[in-house]
């Protein structure tokens, strides 16, 4: 079974709206923390956010936060007010404390496509 | 600070050839990592390290082997290429401890394996 799944292979935004990219997760473990990342077609990795499952509230970080649902095992990123610079892969990722050796899994992504 | 640099940056091999991708750091972090990306696939483990002189297997590590004789270093190995290996290679690094420590991604490598 997949660890990490996200449902959206591409999305499209308006600029100036906000989107939100899905990421439900399975894990057994209690303590595992979650993350997202952007990768621009330049192919650099960029961290943008980041959630522990300990933590009460909702992850923000400028205009990107995280709608973390726990009892649903989902971490779906939030980006408001879009800017064509978000046009990128969106990765979502997870590490469980249990794995030992901080391994990172990762999911297939989603493509954010920013419509002017 | 030149963070995570991976060596070489694009490479084209031919299937039986041999080659060896470099990670280096400059930050002291224990843990090192490869990932390759494909298409559809996000990134996917291959080898990782969690200290000088230990290597573990990730979650695709057949065709490959590594090396973690230095801190700073962590070599890919390619014995023998297959066109299946063609792909886009990542290092990452990360300190030890806390979960919410983020990894730290090298520029990538791609590989086109003919």
């Known amino acids: 079974a997949q660890k990490i799944t996200q449902t959206q292979p591409g999305m499209f935004v308006q600029e100036k709206e906000a989107v939100t990219l899905d990421c439900t997760y399975d894990t057994s473990d209690p303590s595992y923390g979650l993350f997202w990342y952007k990768q621009p077609s330049s192919g650099e990795m960029i961290f943008l956010i980041y959630q522990g499952s300990y933590d009460q509230q909702n992850a923000t970080e400028g205009r990107y936060s995280l709608n973390f649902q726990k009892a649903r095992k989902s971490a779906n990123l939030v980006i408001s007010a879009s800017q064509l610079g978000d046009s990128a892969m969106y990765f979502c990722a997870m590490i469980e404390s249990g794995a030992g050796s901080y391994q990172l899994t990762f999911g297939k992504g989603t493509k954010l496509s920013v419509i002017p | 600070n030149a963070g995570v640099t991976q060596t070489p940056k694009f490479r084209v091999l031919k299937t039986g050839q041999s080659m060896t991708l470099l990670c280096a750091q400059d930050?002291?972090?224990?843990?090192m990592y490869w990932y390759r990306q494909d298409p559809g696939m996000g990134l996917r483990l291959i080898h990782y390290?969690?200290?000088?002189?230990?290597?573990a297997k990730g979650e695709v590590p057949d065709g490959y082997n590594v090396s973690r004789l230095k801190k700073q270093n962590f070599l890919l190995g390619l014995e023998s290429a297959a066109p299946s290996q063609t792909s886009v290679y990542f290092c990452?690094?990360?300190?030890?401890?806390?979960?919410?420590?983020?990894?730290?991604f090298g520029s990538g490598t791609q590989l086109s394996v003919l």
């Open positions: 930050m002291n972090h224990e843990y």
């Open positions: 990452a690094t990360a300190p030890p401890g806390q979960l919410n420590e983020k990894l730290f």
């Open positions: 390290s969690v200290g000088e002189g230990t290597t």
